[in-house]
């Protein structure tokens, strides 16, 4: 009988993401929407993908995204919140990442309506319970049937028409009609160009450009509400710095660091081992074993982050070597493709060209120099559809 | 002690991490994965422990001599 076992510090924790003989375990309940993507995949084949998909998800191209693109984005989806004074934060979250997660994932909204984007979220929501089943609370066999009715929905209306329009432009760039630049850089163009040499099908297409919407969405618009509900707290209990987090988007940073630290995107990391492995800590895993990897024992580890370590203090200063978000990327070849995108790079005296903050710095320090506070009139409500702690609302009130 | 660089090409996953920190001491081949350029600069050992404690794939090994530095 395989047994599970549960690495709960750093040491063990990388070197079981770092082994080969340990694979991806996280998404077995959601291989509706997670079979054959990058993050499911092991060995050369996830090798094979990795290195073709990263070209997209470089530093360059971020600092693009960060000081020239999101911006626009920002104003565009959080500017008619100022102006109604009130927000919902869950919901605006999602909207305003999904509006960046799409053009990465190549996922065009042909008419461009508000009706159109909010069937894109709605679709996209089904994704993120698809790739979080493992801890759903509701009935699994129902919602995967729900889930995988909806895919094929999205497939039609936002991925076929997506598709179509690349692989015209790829027609014409073989032609010679087009230049490079007016072919799109994002994942399903990448997949497009690449179908043949990674092996793909129409299927794992599908996909694996949903898994780029949700991933690029969820993850950061999570992010994005639980910093603020942080830093409401944080400047409740420490009025002088309230001004600090309106102007020194490094600070901000550093807020969100230490709230994805306290609240990694999964709770855990699981692994399933390929053969037998022996940790250097003495741990041995058997071929079959579980290996559930506690980013919240790891991520509080007093040792590393002090004994005050499951509290949240943007001072916090962590060893050499030692990330200020811990492991919630994971690390290894896993390792999130999008980190730096997300929360940006941390701040070094060896940085080169702009400093990285990243979307979710950017969005909550646009959400603070709105005065964002709690609303009054409404309080926020925990999502009882799953045991990930999530938000179901998160009502707020803001200035122009 | 200025430590040695090799890069291993088969395990590199072209996440361009190390190309972005030290642009003067990395770069991409013609496949797009990292290499050390030719006649690299000299960096703090700090500096490179960083660069190759941040490797995703943990391609880049760091050398004291002939003998393998430890970044963990």
Known sequence: ?400 | MTYRVELDKDVCISSGKCVADAPHFFRFDADELSEVVADPPELPDTQLEAIARGCPSGAITLFAGDTPVSID
């Open chain 1, 1 to 400: 009988m395989p047994a599970t076992i549960t690495l709960t510090n750093v040491a063990d924790a990388r070197e079981a993401y770092r082994s080969p003989d340990l694979r991806q375990g996280l998404y077995d309940a959601g291989e509706v929407v997670m079979a054959d993507v990058l993050v499911n995949l092991h060995g050369d084949e996830h090798k094979r993908r990795r290195r073709i998909e990263n070209r997209l998800f470089r530093r360059d191209t971020f600092d693009y995204y960060e000081n020239e693109l999101f911006p626009e984005v920002i104003e565009a989806t959080l500017a008619p919140y100022a102006q109604q004074g009130r927000a919902e934060l869950v919901h605006v979250g999602h909207e305003l990442m999904l509006n960046l997660a799409a053009l990465t994932a190549g996922v065009d909204r042909a008419l461009g309506t508000p009706e159109e984007s909010a069937r894109l979220h709605d679709y996209m929501m089904f994704f993120i319970e698809g790739a979080t089943l493992a801890h759903s609370t509701l009935d699994r066999a129902e919602r995967i049937a729900a889930i995988g009715e909806q895919l094929a929905k999205w497939d039609a209306e936002f991925l076929q028409p997506s598709m179509n329009r690349r692989r015209s432009l790829l027609a014409q760039l073989d032609a010679g009609e087009i230049d490079e630049a007016e072919v799109p850089r994002d994942v399903l163009t990448t997949l497009l160009r690449n179908y043949d040499v990674l092996g793909l099908r129409p299927d794992i297409v599908q996909r694996e450009v949903a898994f780029m919407l949700l991933a690029g969405a969820h993850t950061s618009a999570t992010a994005f509400v639980r910093t603020i509900d942080a830093i409401l707290g944080w400047i409740a209990a420490h009025p002088d710095d309230a001004e600090r987090i309106r102007t020194d988007r490094q600070f901000v940073q550093r807020c969100v660091h230490e709230t994805v630290r306290l609240n990694p995107s999964s709770p855990t990391g699981v692994r399933r081992a390929l053969a037998p492995v022996t940790l250097k800590s003495g741990v041995h895993i058997d071929e079959g074993d579980m290996v559930i990897i506690d980013l919240v024992a790891v991520n509080t580890d007093p040792a590393l982050f002090g004994a005050e370590a499951a509290q949240f203090n943007p001072y916090r200063e962590v060893p050499s070597g030692i990330g200020p978000f811990g492991l919630s990327f994971a690390s290894g070849a896993h390792v999130c493709i999008g980190q730096d995108l997300a929360v940006g790079v941390v701040p070094s005296a060896d940085e080169q060209g702009h400093h990285l903050a990243g979307l979710v710095s950017v969005a909550v320090h646009w959400a603070f120099d709105h005065n964002v506070r709690h609303d009054p009139a409404a309080t926020a409500e925990p999502d009882k559809t799953t045991r990930r702690p999530y938000w179901s609302s998160y009502p707020v009130l803001l200035d122009l």
